[in-house]
């Protein structure tokens, strides 16, 4: 069993930045891939952003490349992700996830994260 902790949520006006954390604890060796999802209201729920392969490969959603950065610290065991530039679109609550492998994050994740809140106001 894996759990994750999201912190670091908030709001902020738009152009602003915030810095998101994911604490893993639990059997995390079956979890290579963890990454960031979104969903906002009216909306699909979005993958944002992935790190596996042990940090070597990343992944960005389109809509925040150049904006946002997922990193991992070196035990692999807490997962950030630092936004900036920020959009009022980019306004969701934003999920940790985590799986053994890129492909089944972005399709079925194995575990989740409670969620944290970021608002982006104009």
């Known amino acids: 069993q894996v759990q994750l902790v999201e912190s670091g949520g908030g709001s902020v006006q738009a152009g602003g930045s915030l810095r998101l954390s994911c604490a893993a604890s639990g059997y995390t060796y079956s979890s290579d891939c963890m990454g960031w999802f979104r969903q906002a209201p009216g909306k699909e729920r979005e993958g944002v952003a992935a790190i596996y392969r042990g940090g070597r490969s990343t992944r960005y959603a389109d809509s925040v490349k150049g904006r946002f950065t997922i990193s991992q610290d070196n035990a692999r065991n807490t997962v950030y992700l630092q936004m900036n530039s920020l959009k009022p679109e980019d306004t969701a609550m934003y999920y940790c996830?985590?799986?053994?492998?890129?492909?089944?994050?972005?399709?079925?994740?194995?575990?989740w994260g409670q969620g944290t809140q970021v608002t982006v106001s104009s």
């Open positions: 996830a985590a799986a053994p492998t890129y492909d089944t994050w972005l399709t079925r994740p194995n575990y």
